[in-house]
């Protein structure tokens, strides 16, 4: 690929691309936990992300998401609107789990009705620290209106993704989105939607079907992503 690299994360590489304002997103079999204090590669993990979250953008933008999803181009190649991104984490919870767990006396599991957001400033070096308004205003990453723009937004991507889930069985405990600016200085959903950034417990066993297998160490990643492509109809 000649291509230049623009950004390699820890998962995924961002390339520069023939049009100045659309960039290409390489899905590598890279996984990685605990601030990359767990690494492996799993052979065609990078294909079952991109796939999912190809998936996920296109009923999103249908449901009227503004996406900086443009097309895959490739198992793992996803061709994207360039973004100028926040460095905000938003996460949104329909059950207790994970640091919330950890960190506050909520059961596992519990229902989270409404849904809350929480949000994390991304910077692997202060452990993504959670951030409230004040903060976000205070560092100036967005206005006020942008704000309420983007948390709307996460909660339409909740109800929507919740849906999809449960037409397949799957129940949406949490996800983490992140956002940028387009060129015209619009919010739009960036990044990726996949098992690396969500929960999803089975409807009839309760097991995970997500990240947390590989968190865990409790069984088969690969499985685990496959099942949840095969449940939203994907041939892999
Ligand atoms: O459990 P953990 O400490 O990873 O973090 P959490 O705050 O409980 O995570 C909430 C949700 O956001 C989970 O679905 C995580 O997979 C996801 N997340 C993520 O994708 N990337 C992060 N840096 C943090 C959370």
């Known amino acids: 690929m000649s291509e230049e690299l623009l950004y390699a994360g820890k998962a995924k590489s961002v390339y520069r691309s023939d049009a100045p304002d659309e960039l290409v997103v390489v899905f590598r079999d890279d996984i990685t936990a605990f601030d990359g204090g767990k690494k ?13 979250s190809a998936r996920l953008f296109e009923v999103l933008e249908k449901a009227g998401v503004p996406t900086h999803f443009l097309r895959l181009e490739d198992p793992t190649r996803m061709r994207v609107r ?6 905000l984490e938003v996460i949104v919870r329909n059950r207790a789990a994970g640091s919330l767990v950890r960190n506050y006396p909520f059961e596992s599991g519990q229902p989270l009705a409404p849904p809350l957001i929480v949000i994390d400033y991304k910077d692997d ?21 942008e704000l309420e723009e983007m948390k709307g937004l996460a909660l339409r991507v ?26 015209e200085g619009r919010l739009r959903l960036g990044d990726e939607v996949s098992m690396d950034s969500m929960r999803l ?3 009839e066993t309760g097991e995970s079907l997500d990240k947390d297998v590989y968190r865990l160490g409790t069984g088969d990643v690969l499985g685990a992503y496959a099942r949840v492509a095969e449940r939203l109809g994907l041939e892999m």
């Open 125 to 145: 070096a202060r452990h993504d620290p959670m951030v409230n308004d004040e903060i976000i205003l205070a560092l100036g990453l967005l206005g006020r209106a």
């Open 82 to 87: 360039r973004l100028a991104m926040v460095p």
């Open 158 to 183: 909740n109800g929507v993704l919740r849906g999809i889930f449960a037409a397949a069985d799957l129940d949406l405990v949490d996800f983490k989105l992140e956002f940028g600016r387009d060129d």
């Open 40 to 52: 492996d590669v799993l052979s065609r993990k990078g294909e079952y992300n991109a796939r999912v």
């Open 201 to 203: 417990w089975s409807r």
